[in-house]
């Protein structure tokens, strides 16, 4: 029996897309093993640096009983940490917001980027 080219199509259509830009939890747990001496994301509990909690859209500087530098709170004056501004902040902590104390040189590969912000969006996909 011959597959009609039709089908074809339509078994095509229906195929998921790679979803390239989109990165991956469970990969982004692992990635997050840098940061896991100073944050935690599962839960409210600050460590060296703030939690995580909720980072993909958290106003930047906004959790209250953590003790933030001059600089990050002056940084934060009105912005959210979004996909962008967290990428941007990832890759060259110091670099972007000036005076942080955050000690993180930053996330060399942009894979690892992508797939962190995809844990920080969603830490219990991450298996952890
Ligand atoms: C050596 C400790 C350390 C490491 C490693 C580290 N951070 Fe941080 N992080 C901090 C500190 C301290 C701050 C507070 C910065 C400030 O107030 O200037 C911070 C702040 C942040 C903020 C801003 C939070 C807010 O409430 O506005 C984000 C987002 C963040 N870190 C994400 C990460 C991610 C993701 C990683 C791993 C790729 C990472 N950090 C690695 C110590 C660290």
Request: charged share 20%; glycine share 8%.
């Amino acid at each position: 029996m011959k597959t009609s080219p039709i089908l074809m199509l339509l078994a095509l259509a229906a195929a998921p897309l790679p979803a390239l830009a989109d990165g991956d939890p469970v990969a982004g747990a692992k990635a997050f093993k840098a940061c896991q001496a100073c944050h935690i994301a599962i839960e409210a509990k600050n460590k060296v640096g703030p939690h995580l909690q909720g980072i993909v859209g958290r106003p930047v500087a906004s959790i209250a009983d953590y003790k933030y530098s001059p600089a990050m709170t002056e940084f934060g004056q009105g912005k959210v940490w979004d996909e962008a501004t967290l990428s941007t902040y990832l890759k060259a902590p110091k670099a972007v917001v000036k005076g942080t104390k955050m000690a993180y040189a930053g996330v060399k590969k942009d894979e690892d980027l992508v797939n962190i912000i995809a844990y920080l969006k969603d830490p219990s996909a991450g298996g952890q």
